[in-house]
């Protein structure tokens, strides 16, 4: 059972330059969302997809991209590294049963990113 | 806007003994849904517990119970005969219905079980 694979688990940058973060599930889930966590502060979300081709914005969307070409992959890119971009990076994803999402979201081991 | 607000950065609790983590939330949407997860020192995000807006019952999921009060917007986080693995970081957040996957969270306690 793979769950949400993310990749890498550890990235340093440097200020300017650019990088995915990769996030795979294998559960057919419909939903998914990438979060940043900094001390202090909790997981803020930053661009979430209901479903292949469909993406959104979040709360702390600047500075990032996503794109949803499958239900599988759900990457999220940094197009000019910045130190405020220093993080804990998580991707989650949620099914559906019947109408509703399912309770549990389900979430990857996490990115550590550093830009220096 | 939805909003958590966890107001105890840090808590000890001695082993065996109950701890209460306490969770209020702000939202003008009536049906949602509220859940905490467990972070421990090894950074994985575990979910413990889900209270939906509408259930009349509270969650339980082992020793984990949520003391859910509408009128007052709270979601308290019970551990009954807390255990030294029990010592992590906890998150109350809220998803609306119908908001796909998007979580609120809030800031987190930090809970420490001494023996």
């Known amino acids: 059972n793979a769950g949400v694979t993310q990749t890498p688990k550890f990235q340093v940058l440097k200020t300017g330059q650019s990088m995915t973060l990769q996030c795979a599930q294998d559960m057919n889930h419909e939903y998914m969302s990438w979060y940043r966590q900094d001390p202090g502060m909790g997981l803020r979300l930053i661009h979430y997809s209901v479903g292949a081709g469909i993406t959104d914005q979040g709360e702390v969307p600047n500075g990032y991209n996503v794109s949803r070409s499958t239900t599988e992959d759900f990457p999220l890119r940094l197009l000019s590294a910045a130190p405020s971009q220093t993080s804990v990076y998580f991707c989650?994803?949620?099914?559906?049963?019947?109408?509703?999402?399912?309770?549990?979201?389900?979430f990857g081991q996490g990115t550590r990113l550093t830009v220096v | 806007a939805q909003k958590i607000t966890q107001t105890q950065p840090g808590m000890f609790v001695q082993e065996k003994e109950a701890v209460t983590l306490d969770c209020t939330y702000d939202t003008s949407d009536q049906s949602y849904g509220l859940f905490w997860y467990k972070q421990p020192s090894s950074g994985e995000m575990i979910f413990l517990i889900y209270?939906?807006?509408?259930?009349?019952q509270n969650a339980t999921e082992g020793r984990y119970s949520l003391n859910f009060q509408k009128a007052r917007k709270s979601a308290n986080l019970v551990i009954s005969a807390s255990q030294l693995g029990d010592s992590a970081m906890y998150f109350c957040?809220?998803?609306?219905?119908?908001?796909?996957?998007?979580?609120?969270f809030g800031t987190g306690t930090q809970l420490k079980v001494e023996l």
């Open positions: 957040a809220m998803r609306i219905t119908g908001g796909g996957n998007k979580l609120t």
């Open positions: 989650a994803s949620s099914g559906r049963t019947g109408g509703a999402v399912n309770t549990e979201a389900f």
């Open positions: 209270q939906g807006s509408y259930d009349e």
